[in-house]
């Protein structure tokens, strides 16, 4: 048999030992969030203040568009809470029994908007401007699972401008997906949530808000997922985020509060 | 069969077809030039080919959008001239497609040139053949299974590129969805018999691929 040379032998050992390093031991109580990719900063800054007052807790976030984590959690995820960007996908789970309908509650409003490059010519000032040449790629979200797709085709079907526009569509997988779309100057214009292009506001800017009578009001649903085995922290969060202090943070954020009476 | 199913699946042929033969193209004289000259910056040239095979898709695909991409070294120029980008259109997939599957065509090819006996190509020269016909008409003739066989793996790569397709081309439904994008979105969207019948179709087509190689890798041993 060949000598293994130690050079390799080395970098074998040294492989070995960090594959065992690293992994997190698992907390006793240890949460996961699936979040809507549009709540990441929220949901991030409120879960520090969450755990910094609770010795022992640990949350974990999943993020991604409210449509494949729907899907997640009913092929089985293990997940705590869900927090989504439409009432859609929690209707769907509450359908199937897989959420806690008591739990259901309204925390947030958002509003679209359509973004360009923040070094764009182009004059994006009424929707019609989409048809004009010169815009040659729109990103949405994927209608079939992004929230913000859905109402991007909702306004898109109400200003007449659905059918015309289909050859410019480009489809991202979640909001900050088709922001960064934008952000990178790939396509001319994106549809996101207004709290979305705050947060590359070197990269993109607003070029028009949609008129908000031709989509309908972008809420978001959070509930405790029926599997859950930390109910009463799930719930705890759930009141963080309608308490004055959650909703401080959610507002700075650029988030509306939740329409009275909304589920 | 739903008219994405079947666009997915005509698009995914025509992209494996097309970064198929783009692979001969590039592929076999690389392979060649890789198998038979000593030159400056040969290592870097195997590298480089090399590269796709063992970084994450996602990552060719980022270096991808990085030359190509509107804003891309080739791309921003491409871009202020014609007002066109590659990115978001079936060319990409293509592109994608080629870029990763032309490891596998010039590993094999390479395997098989380097296997020709030196002592032929001799005889050729001594007989008057310049080296370009000599390796038109001994060399590669020689070569042949071994070259067939890494086609056939490209193509079959090319078939089931998803990550640098997603990347560069993106996922539009009737434009650059192709199979292995079809069965991603399918399976998120919880359409369970339409991502089965496309996975019972892209593992039948693998099998034969497999099949095919391993017969005219026979040959070729």
């Known amino acids: 048999m060949r000598r293994v040379p130690p050079s390799l032998a080395i970098i074998g050992v040294a492989l070995a030992t960090l594959s065992l390093t690293g992994i997190p031991a698992r907390s006793a109580q240890e949460l996961t969030f699936s979040v809507a990719i549009s709540m990441k900063e929220a949901t991030e800054e409120l879960g520090r203040r969450f755990m910094q007052s609770r010795a022992g807790v640990v949350l974990r976030y999943n993020f991604g568009s409210s449509g494949e984590l729907q899907k997640q959690i009913e092929a089985g995820a293990p997940v705590d809470l869900f927090l989504s960007a439409a009432p859609r996908q929690m209707d ?32 994006i ?69 207004s709290t979305d292009s705050a947060i590359r506001r070197r990269d993109v800017k607003e070029a028009l808000r949609l008129p908000e009578d031709t989509y309908r009001p972008v809420t978001y649903p959070v509930a405790v997922v029926k599997d859950t ?35 | 069969m739903t008219d994405e199913t079947l666009s997915a699946l005509a698009l995914s042929v025509r992209v494996a077809v097309l970064a198929t033969l783009a692979n001969a193209f590039v592929g076999i004289p690389l392979a060649y030039v890789l198998a038979r000259r000593r030159f400056r910056g040969r290592a870097l040239l195997d590298l480089l080919v090399t590269l796709p095979l063992v970084l994450p898709p996602t990552v060719t695909g ?79 003739p020689l070569a042949r299974n071994g070259i067939l066989a890494g086609l056939v793996l490209a193509f079959a790569r090319a078939l089931g590129e998803f990550g640098a397709t997603l990347m560069l081309a993106g996922n539009i439904p009737g434009r650059t969805t192709t199979v292995p994008l079809a069965i991603y979105t399918a399976v998120q969207t919880g359409e369970e018999t339409m991502a089965l019948a496309l996975v019972a179709i892209l593992t039948v087509l693998s099998c034969l691929v497999l099949v095919v190689a391993g017969r005219l890798g026979a040959r070729a041993a």
């Open chain 1, 92 to 123: 769907e789970l509450e359908k199937k029994g897989l959420i806690v309908p008591a739990t259901r509650r309204v925390f947030a409003r958002n509003v679209l908007t359509i973004v360009k490059p923040a070094t764009s010519t182009i004059d």
């Open chain 2, 62 to 140: 980022y270096y991808l959008i990085v030359l190509l991409g509107r804003r891309g070294w080739l791309g921003a120029p491409v871009y202020a001239a014609t007002g066109w980008s590659i990115a978001f259109t079936w060319y990409a997939a293509v592109v994608a497609a080629t870029v990763m599957a032309l490891p596998l065509l010039v590993r094999t090819a390479r395997a098989a040139i380097e296997s020709v006996d030196r002592d032929l190509e001799k005889a050729a020269w001594t007989l008057g053949r310049s080296e370009w016909r000599t390796a038109l008409e001994v060399t590669l």
């Open chain 1, 229 to 263: 085995r930390h109910a009463a922290l799930a719930s705890a969060f759930i009141d963080l985020l309608l308490s004055p202090e959650g909703q401080q943070v959610l507002a700075r954020l650029g988030f509306l509060p939740p329409p009275p009476g909304a589920r």
């Open chain 1, 125 to 193: 000032a009424k929707p019609t401007d989409l048809l004009e040449p010169r815009v040659t790629k729109i990103v949405i979200g994927n209608p079939r699972t992004v929230p913000v797709g859905q109402y991007a085709e909702e306004s898109l079907r109400a200003l007449g401008l659905w059918d015309k526009l289909q050859r410019k569509l480009v489809f991202a997988e979640n909001v900050r997906q088709a922001l960064d779309y934008v952000a990178r100057g790939e396509v001319d214009a994106g549809f996101v949530y």
